[in-house]
Structure formats: C-alpha cells, structure tokens
C-alpha cells in the first residue's frame, strides 16, 4: 500500500468528498470506512465506487494514524500541544509523510 493522498478534518462527508475531488473519482473503485454514517449517505449516491465498511480493511490506516501521532506532537491527546490552525496541520502531516514515506 503506498499513501495517494490525505485530507485533514473531521469525519465528515464533506471531507471525504474532498479527499475523493482530489484523488479523482475516477481513480477509484473501492473505498474502505469505519462505518462512520455520513460516509454511507454521500457514497451510497456513487454506482461507480464499492463502498466497503470494515475496521480490517482500516487497519492499516489506524497504523499510520499512530505513526502519525507518535512523530508529530501537535496530534497528542490531552496536552497544551496541539494544532488550533488546520493549515499548520495539514503542512505538518505533509512534511512527516514526505519524510517518512515520500510522498509529494
């Protein structure tokens, strides 16, 4: 598995959709969730992609999701450290993920 893309926010379909804009919809055939509701609204509308709810087709993102907060302090729990500006996240976890795993 390589890493495409990522969109930060929370886990709402508007964020999904934006995460799908962004790698295309027509680049996709299955996408994988959690079973979070207002993914299956907005995918539910989609013929052309299989929408798949599963926590072990997520597992590996989990992963990368503890990678994530390991590296990057900002994404802590329960500290004083931590992100109140989205875009300084977003470059933070872009700037990680190049390094780590090159993506561009």
């Known amino acids: 598995m390589r890493i495409t893309a990522f969109k930060v926010g929370p886990g709402k379909a508007s ?10 919809e027509n680049n996709l055939k299955i996408v994988c969730t959690d079973g979070n509701v207002s993914y299956e609204k907005d995918l539910g509308k989609n013929a052309n992609i299989k929408h ?28 004083k450290c931590y992100s109140k500006s989205i875009i300084m996240l977003t470059l933070s976890v872009k700037l990680l993920l190049e390094y780590k795993y090159g993506l561009s």
């Open 15 to 24: 964020v999904l959709r934006k995460l799908i804009n962004k790698i295309g």
């Open 52 to 79: 798949v709810v599963s926590k072990s087709e997520t597992c590996l993102v989990e992963s990368y999701n503890s990678v994530l907060r390991f590296y990057l302090v900002r994404l802590h729990r329960k500290t």
